[in-house]
């Protein structure tokens, strides 16, 4: 198997469990606590930092982006070429919908339910910019420090926070949001409400990676495992 092959591979199962997690934890959460939305998401973000942690010490030596902006700022800084980039984008964006059809048949779901869970608004849009600027500043300003074990602890605590400190409830992540429409329960975003998730994700990366070449001004080294 090839470099590229085994890292897309990563990829693809590390996102899987991902959103799986996300998904899974929020069925769990919606079940086991009914009538309390503040207990619902405090399950929900201590399982999906928990299991950011596990994936990306699990999966860095290989590759541990799970988002697409991570990987695009990656292409942007000069640590992945192109095909790279785009073959390590779709893995994680295929790797998202088998974790939710996943996390649909586990709780004994339909394969797939397309989400009526609306989300949007200024408020929550700005949110997502928020969430995923200080996403790839936690990510590659962790990376360029003298211990880069601690990029999994560093990622997994700053999406438990941003559950809560963002109005969005911090998606952050596009093959997370594509995936998060096919799931109609807690966890789930109303296709209406996606692709400007998306967007608003891709200029908080954009805005991050400006932030890390100013705060970082060293590029072009190569980064080769990248949570």
């Known amino acids: 198997m090839t470099d590229l092959a085994r890292r897309a591979t990563a990829e693809l199962v590390g996102t899987a469990f991902l959103v799986a997690a996300v998904v899974g934890s929020g069925i769990a959460a919606q079940r086991l606590s009914p009538d309390d939305t503040g207990l619902q998401l405090l399950e929900n973000s201590l399982a999906t930092g928990a299991v950011l942690v596990a994936l990306i010490l699990a999966?860095?030596?290989?590759?541990?982006?799970?988002?697409p902006v991570v990987t695009l700022v990656e292409r942007a800084l000069g640590s992945v070429?192109?095909?790279?980039?785009?073959?390590?984008?779709?893995?994680?964006?295929?790797?998202?919908?088998?974790g939710v059809v996943v996390a649909n048949l586990m709780f004994d779901l339909d394969v797939v339910?397309?989400?009526?869970?609306?989300?949007?608004?200024?408020?929550?849009?700005?949110?997502?910019?928020?969430?995923?600027?200080?996403?790839?500043?936690v990510v590659f300003g962790t990376l360029r420090s003298p211990r880069i074990e601690?990029?999994?602890?560093?990622?997994g605590g700053y999406i438990a926070a941003a559950y809560w400190f963002t109005s969005s409830t911090?998606?952050?992540?596009?093959?997370?949001?594509?995936?998060r429409m096919l799931s109609d329960t807690f966890a789930g975003i109303a296709?209406?409400?996606?692709?400007?998730f998306v967007g608003m994700q891709l200029l908080g990366g954009l805005l991050?990676?400006?932030?890390?070449?100013?705060?970082?001004?060293?590029?072009?080294?190569?980064?080769?495992?990248m949570p």
Not at 81 to 98: E, H, I, S
Request: hydrophobic share 55%; proline share 7%.
């Open 59 to 67: 999966l860095q030596p290989v590759s541990a982006s799970f988002n």
């Open 81 to 98: 070429d192109t095909v790279a980039a785009a073959v390590l984008v779709v893995a994680q964006v295929v790797g998202g919908l088998v």
């Open 113 to 137: 339910s397309v989400s009526t869970h609306e989300r949007g608004g200024s408020g929550q849009l700005v949110g997502e910019v928020v969430a995923t600027l200080g996403l790839v500043l």
């Open 150 to 155: 601690t990029v999994a602890f560093a990622v």
């Open 170 to 179: 911090s998606f952050a992540n596009p093959a997370v949001t594509i995936a």
């Open 191 to 196: 296709p209406a409400s996606v692709l400007p």
């Open 208 to 225: 991050g990676a400006g932030l890390v070449l100013v705060l970082h001004p060293r590029t072009g080294a190569p980064i080769e495992e």
